[in-house]
Structure formats: structure tokens, C-alpha cells
């Protein structure tokens, strides 16, 4: 099995919470990649969930760890088990192994419903598992519950790291600040007083925490 962990070591680069202020034109549909060997499969996927979703199709395990490589922000996989040169499962390892499975949540497509094979999908990092003959309520839920509870999740990432920013801002100016103040009354450098003024600060920070 070849890894490609060139092309997945651009995968939390390319899916971290990121806010996009410029192409207003930019589609604004989340992205699924639908990975199965069988086109007739994808299709009925497609025409299942209709024209919500923006979709990227691969047809083999190779094909999908590519596509996740050079492609921002998939929101979510649909992955089939058995496929030609690479499987579902050897996909699911190269992820968990380059840790993408936790930036990418995968739900699982098969015909299998055993629960050895349901079982070792989890294990491997899945956040759900659909069976075939494909029933479209299910398909629809299951689909909308996992893109619903990432977004969440990404909202929730962007709002932490929007404060640490602006906590550091923050700090930034403050240092800038008591810089000027004591090097106004004091013969040391600026150089000197910055970083002691930034020990305080985060001293201060600490004792307060």
C-alpha cells in the first residue's frame, strides 16, 4: 500500500479554521467527496442529497488521498470499502495515521452491515456507517447531522482562536506601551525592557488564571 503522506500532509493545513474575507463569489456549498469505484453508486449519492452540497468524486482509495491533498476544506467523506488499489480501510489508515481523519469526518458506505466490519470502521476513526441498498432518509440525516456537528465544532475552534489572537494583540500593545513609559524614565534600552515587561505581563496573566 503506498502511502501518500505528501499529499495528506497538506490536509490540516488546508482544513484549519480559517476565515475567508475575500471572493464574495466564492461557492459557499460544503464540500463532499464521494469516494466509490461504482459511478452508478455515486450518482444515486448525489441525486440523494441533491444540489445542497458541492461534489468531488474519486473512483479508488489513491485517487481520494490525492483529492484531500489538493483540495480546501472538504467537509465530509463518503467512503466505500471495497474498492480497487487502495480499500476504505487502507484510506481510513493513511488519515488516522497523518491525522486528517481528524480534520475530515468520514462516514462509511458499504454493502457490508456486519458488525465486525461496522466495528473496526469506528475503530479506525469513522463518525458514521451507511449500508447499501441506500435508504434516502437515512442518507440525508445522517449526512446533515455530521456536516451539522463539524460546522459547529469549526465555529466554535474560530472563536477561540479569534480571542488567543486577539489576547495577543493585546499583550503586544501593552508591552509597547509600558516600553515607552519606563524607557522614558529609565536608562535601559528598549530592548532590554521589552521582553522583562513581557515576563510581567505574563506573569500577571498567570496569577490571575
Do not use: W
Request: with cysteine; hydrophobic share 35%; net charge negative.
Amino acid at each position: 500500500m503506498r502511502h501518500d503522506f505528501l499529499s495528506l500532509s497538506r490536509c490540516l493545513e488546508h482544513n484549519k479554521p480559517h476565515t475567508d474575507k475575500g471572493n464574495k463569489n466564492m461557492d459557499k456549498r460544503q464540500k463532499i467527496l464521494i469516494v466509490d469505484d461504482s459511478k452508478l453508486n455515486r450518482d444515486i449519492l448525489k441525486e440523494i442529497l441533491g444540489e445542497t452540497y458541492n461534489y468531488l468524486e474519486a473512483e479508488n482509495g489513491n485517487q481520494a488521498i490525492q483529492m484531500i491533498g489538493e483540495n480546501i476544506g472538504i467537509d465530509l467523506m463518503l467512503l466505500d470499502i471495497n474498492m480497487p488499489q487502495m480499500n476504505g480501510f487502507e484510506v481510513l489508515e493513511i488519515m488516522k495515521e497523518s491525522q486528517c481523519i481528524n480534520e475530515t469526518p468520514v462516514i462509511m458506505i458499504s454493502s457490508e452491515a456486519d458488525v465486525d466490519t461496522m466495528r473496526k470502521a469506528y475503530e479506525m476513526g469513522i463518525t458514521d456507517y451507511i449500508t447499501r441498498p441506500f435508504d434516502s432518509v437515512i442518507v440525508k440525516k445522517r449526512v446533515q447531522n455530521t456536516l451539522g456537528l463539524y460546522a459547529n465544532q469549526k465555529r466554535l475552534i474560530n472563536v477561540v482562536v479569534d480571542q488567543v489572537y486577539q489576547k495577543e494583540e493585546n499583550n503586544t500593545i501593552m508591552i509597547g506601551i509600558l516600553s515607552n513609559v519606563l524607557g522614558s524614565h529609565n536608562s535601559e534600552s528598549s530592548e532590554h525592557i521589552l521582553p522583562v515587561s513581557y515576563t510581567h505581563l505574563r506573569a500577571h496573566e498567570t496569577l490571575r488564571h
